[in-house]
Structures are given as structure tokens and as C-alpha cells.
């Protein structure tokens, strides 16, 4: 479970995608068809003051699956399931944690019918009530983390991992789909004043007609809060001053845009949107923590600003960038390519920690990337650590996550030491072609790479000094 990961990350934050990937074994498959997407339509209704959500949605457009479930949050209650409008019942599936991962703060709804090909859409009307909390401690639950929906001091804070909304689900392919297209209207009580829900800018008031051609993962932060807007960036819920704003904004758009040059890719740059974490678990639970659900990201801006320079207004704290690169890397490792395997921490952590490594080195120089790669990936401690081949993961799963982020990330950095930054990246632009598949390993990324240009001797010398053998520290710390 992600939260004992804090001992390991030392007052940084938690990237939360993979672990709850790893937790969930996600496999939000996407499909790159003409056919149109997944789309969700219906009425959102959010009482920030007493904790309650009321959904009435309709799904359409859902593709064809012999097994066909809806996994829904397990707080909400279903007043009724209509498909093409005739209301069915169903059975519930609770799940067992290792089988049905997904259902882990879900439970699964199998409608009762014959035939799963004639469904045009399903209508899907719930209710759910959750506690709310305030600022006392003393009175906030053991544990939150980004699967718990989350009322507190008049807000709702929901990332799509809550699946707060109804996810298509094939428990038998543990296949999920959680993006969709949506129109919705989303309602908040009196004292609601903000709205944000992935896909949109922010809006003002307690009404929102939210309309996305693009498929999203639906987060929601709804409540009385004030949002702000500094060039490209959006703040919800925090009283940064105006020069801590630009910090961010200046910031993270320049990595944005490194990360975009680097890759070659070729997407319109979307706003991003910062919002204030905030935690309804104890207050010991986490250092520091908060999730990317692009464009938004959920974190302590608040603490975070204090690393900001007044005065060259960016943030050159090596640690604190890296988080937020970390994070703005994910939009392509992670959220784009992934993987549901074995090598999942792979493609999504060890590949978005490597990229926001390349981020530090870029923007705050070599020295200082050199310092932190000492200090955070190379202790001595680290070098003496035996670890798991990267060929063997498929035979030996990790059992622990840590080495994703602090250990394979210095395996990639050993490809680059003997190819050259340049021609990794190349290899890594090859990758971010495929997005279809969520079934990537150790051999796909050595095919991308051969394909890429990297010669089978360079692979060899590669594997020789940094795959197969235990521990390629000492080699990365040789060769810095
Ligand atoms: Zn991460």
C-alpha cells in the first residue's frame, strides 16, 4: 500500500500513479479507433456541507466486452441501473483483492442480460454519503490516500481513482476503462463557489455545464475555494502570493516544453492547473504527498513555495524541481504509455524519474544534477544494494516498489552513458509511438531501442555493464 512509501521518499512527495497502479493493477485501455469513445452524460450533484454525492449518468458508446461490469466507488448506492432505458438488476461483485485488484475501493455491478452486443447505453443513478472533516486532526480518519474521496472544510477533493464514477470493467481481462467524453452538469450546494473537473479551466460558481471532446480521467475538486490564474497556469485553493505563482507557472512550463522538445511531441500544450492538497488521515501519515492527474497536480504548493527564488522566481531546490518534473513527465510515462505488467513501474515510474532527472540537469546545471544523483540515487547504502535483473522481472515480480524510482532509473541513465543523452531520447520518442498496447516489457523496450538505432554491440555492452549484474552504481558513479 502506497502509504509506507513515505520512509522512503524522506519529506518528498509520493507519486501516487504507479503505486496505485501497482495496487490496482490498472489497465486503462484506450482504444485508438475510429469507433468514438467511451462517453459519460448526466447530472453531478455535490453537498460539500453534509458529504454527499448524487449521480444520475448514462454511458454510451461502450465497446463491445464479453464481460461487461461497472465498477463503482463503494460508498455509492445504485437507486437504479437502466440499460437502453428498460431498468435491469445485477449482481454485485465485492471482489477478492489479489483476482480483482480493481475492485479494491470499488465494487463491480454485472447487469443481468442475455446479450451484452444490443447495449446502447447505460444508465447508472447512485448516491453516496461520506464523513466530512475540518481542520482538527484529533477527529481526521488512520489513512487517506488518492483512492479515498475526501470532504474537508466545504471541499471535495475526488481523483478518478475513487472511480467516484462508473468505470467499464472486464474482471476476467482486468481491463478497465476510466477515460471518458463527457457533457455534464455538475451542481454544487449554496456555498460552492469553485468547480474544477478534468478537461476544463476551473469555474466559478456552483454550477457548471462541463462539456470534453477529449476522453479524461475524471477528477473533481468542487467547493468553496477561490482559483486564480498566472500566464498558463491555474491555482485552486491556495494563498500563494502573486510572485510564488509566477514561480510555479515559470517553472514548470519550462519543463513542459523541455519535456515537449525532447520528445518531439507534437500536442498542443494544455493549461496546468496546481491545486492545494489537503489530507482527512492523520497528520503523521505522510511527510508530503499529492497525486498527477494531468493537467492537474494535487500538491502541498503551499510548503513547496518556500523553495521558490524571489528573486529569479523559479524553483531551484534540485529535490522540489524533480518532484514536479517527475510529475509532468507522467503526462507521457504513465498516462500515455504504460503498462500493466510486471514491468509497469517500469514504463511509468522509472521512466518519469529519469526524465525529471534530465529536467534537473538541464535547468539547474550539471553540478548540481551531479550532487543530487550522489546524494539521492548513489549512497553508498544504494550501491551495495542487490537488486533484481531488469530481464528477470517477467520470473521475479518486485516486491517492493522503491527500486522503480531509485534504482532502474540509474539502469536507463547506464544506456545513456554508453549511446549519449541524444540517442536515448531518440529511443524514447520510438516509445511514445505506442500507446496501444499495456503489455510492454523488458524485451519491447530492447527491440525500441535496437529499432531506435542502438547497435546490437552498444546493447550488449549495455546489458554486460548495467543489466545483467546486481548492483550498476559504481559503473554510473565511474562514468558521471
Ligand atoms: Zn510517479
Keep these: 500500500m502506497f502509504y509506507f512509501y513515505k520512509t522512503f521518499f524522506g519529506g518528498l512527495l509520493l507519486c501516487l500513479i504507479f503505486s496505485t497502479q501497482i495496487k490496482a493493477n490498472l ?23 453534509n458529504g454527499l454525492i448524487s449521480c444520475d449518468l448514462t454511458i454510451e458508446n461502450i465497446p463491445k466486452m464479453e464481460d461487461l461490469t461497472f465498477a463503482l466507488n463503494r460508498g455509492m ?10 431498468t435491469v438488476g445485477y449482481n454485485m461483485d465485492f471482489g477478492i483483492a489479489i483476482l480483482n485488484s480493481n475492485l479494491t475501493e470499488a465494487r463491480s455491478y454485472v447487469p443481468i442480460i442475455e446479450n451484452n452486443d444490443s447495449i446502447k447505453n447505460v444508465r447508472i443513478n447512485y448516491t453516496g454519503a461520506f464523513p466530512v472533516y475540518d481542520n ?6 488512520y489513512s487517506d490516500s488518492q483512492t479515498t474521496i475526501a470532504f474537508k472544510n466545504r471541499i471535495l477533493r475526488a481523483s478518478y481513482l475513487t472511480k467516484w464514477y462508473p468505470f467499464i470493467y472486464s474482471r476476467t481481462k482486468n481491463k478497465l476503462i476510466s477515460k ?15 468547480i474544477y473537473i478534468n478537461g476544463l479551466p476551473p469555474h466559478k460558481g456552483n454550477l457548471f455545464e462541463a462539456y470534453s471532446q477529449t476522453p479524461q480521467n475524471l477528477m473533481l475538486y468542487i467547493g468553496d ?3 486564480s490564474k498566472v500566464n498558463d497556469t491555474y491555482f485552486l485553493n491556495t494563498s500563494l502570493s502573486k510572485s510564488e505563482r509566477i514561480g510555479f507557472d515559470q517553472s514548470l512550463k519550462k519543463i513542459d516544453d523541455y519535456f515537449v522538445s525532447i520528445l518531439n511531441a507534437n500536442e498542443s500544450r494544455q493549461a496546468i492547473v496546481l491545486g492545494q492538497i489537503f489530507s482527512i488521515g492523520r497528520k503523521d501519515e505522510y511527510e508530503d504527498w499529492g497525486f498527477a492527474e494531468y493537467p492537474a497536480l494535487i500538491t502541498d504548493l503551499l510548503k513547496h513555495s518556500k523553495y521558490i527564488n524571489s528573486e529569479t522566481k523559479k524553483i531551484e531546490d534540485a529535490a522540489i524541481f524533480r518532484l514536479y518534473a517527475h510529475e509532468l513527465a507522467h503526462k507521457y510515462w504513465g498516462l500515455s504509455v504504460y503498462s500493466a505488467n510486471n514491468y509497469a513501474g517500469f514504463y511509468s515510474e522509472s521512466f518519469a524519474e ?6 534537473v540537469e538541464y535547468f539547474l546545471g550539471k553540478e548540481k544534477y551531479e550532487d543530487y544523483l550522489k546524494k539521492r540515487y548513489l549512497t553508498q547504502k544504494a550501491r551495495q544494494t542487490k537488486h533484481i535483473k531488469l530481464t528477470d522481472i517477467n520470473e521475479k515480480p518486485l516486491k517492493n516498489v522503491n527500486p522503480w524510482y531509485r534504482y532502474y532509473p540509474m539502469v536507463i541513465l547506464g544506456l545513456e552513458q554508453i549511446v549519449g543523452k541524444k540517442r536515448v531520447f531518440n529511443v524514447f520518442k520510438n516509445l511514445l509511438k505506442n500507446t496501444n498496447s499495456s503489455d510492454f516489457d523488458y524485451l519491447y523496450f530492447k527491440d525500441t531501442a535496437v529499432k531506435s538505432g542502438i547497435t546490437k554491440k ?13 548492483n550498476c552504481l559504481d559503473m554510473i558513479l565511474r562514468n558521471l
Design 27 to 49: 489497465k486503462d485501455i484506450e482504444s485508438n479507433s475510429t469507433l468514438a469513445h467511451p462517453h459519460i452524460k448526466g447530472v453531478i450533484k455535490v453537498d460539500t456541507d
Design 77 to 86: 448506492n445504485v437507486k437504479y441501473m437502466k440499460i437502453n432505458d428498460k
Design 136 to 141: 482538527n486532526y484529533v477527529n481526521n480518519n
Design 180 to 194: 471518458f467524453t463527457y457533457n455534464l452538469k455538475i451542481i454544487g450546494n449554496k456555498l460552492v463557489n469553485s
Design 225 to 227: 475555494y477561490k482559483f
Design 354 to 359: 529519469y526524465f525529471s532527472l534530465k529536467a
Design 458 to 470: 552498444e546493447w550488449e555492452r549495455f546489458e554486460d555493464n548495467y543489466v545483467n549484474i546486481s
